[in-house]
């Protein structure tokens, strides 16, 4: 069973940064895309930011140019480093993964999502 673990959410003031982590962890034998979702209160989970494990990167036109997708295929661990935080940014952010495990099954992961939170 894959198990993905977020970290890093907390309260922050506009203009501020946080840095967001998830591990994959179960009998993984690799990981492909790796995702962040984020959910506000009232309205959809829209999708964030995605990553390929080779490295190409995709990201929703509200956080361009200020937040940046990365990871670390060894640790498999997908990370969201975010900066100049708007208001708008409050969220609970998931982390999503597409897994291989080592049974050779292949299965969609979530995470149980850490807030994050941005006041004016």
């Known amino acids: 069973q894959v198990q993905l673990v977020e970290s890093g959410g907390g309260l922050v003031q506009a203009g501020g940064s946080l840095r967001l982590s998830c591990a994959a962890s179960?009998?993984?034998?690799?990981?492909?895309?790796m995702r962040w979702y984020r959910q506000a209160p009232g309205k959809q989970r829209e999708l964030v930011a995605s990553?390929?494990?080779?490295?190409?990167?995709n990201y929703n036109d509200t956080v361009k140019g200020r937040f940046t997708i990365s990871r670390d295929n060894a640790k498999n661990t997908v990370y969201l480093q975010m900066n100049s935080l708007k208001p708008e940014d409050t969220a609970v952010y998931y982390c999503?993964?597409?897994?291989?495990?080592?049974?050779?099954?292949?299965?969609?992961?979530w995470g149980q999502g850490t807030q994050v939170s941005v006041s004016a």
């Open positions: 179960g009998n993984i034998f690799s990981t492909n895309d």
């Open positions: 990553i390929t494990r080779t490295g190409s990167t």
């Open positions: 999503n993964a597409d897994v291989w495990h080592v049974s050779r099954a292949f299965t969609t992961s």
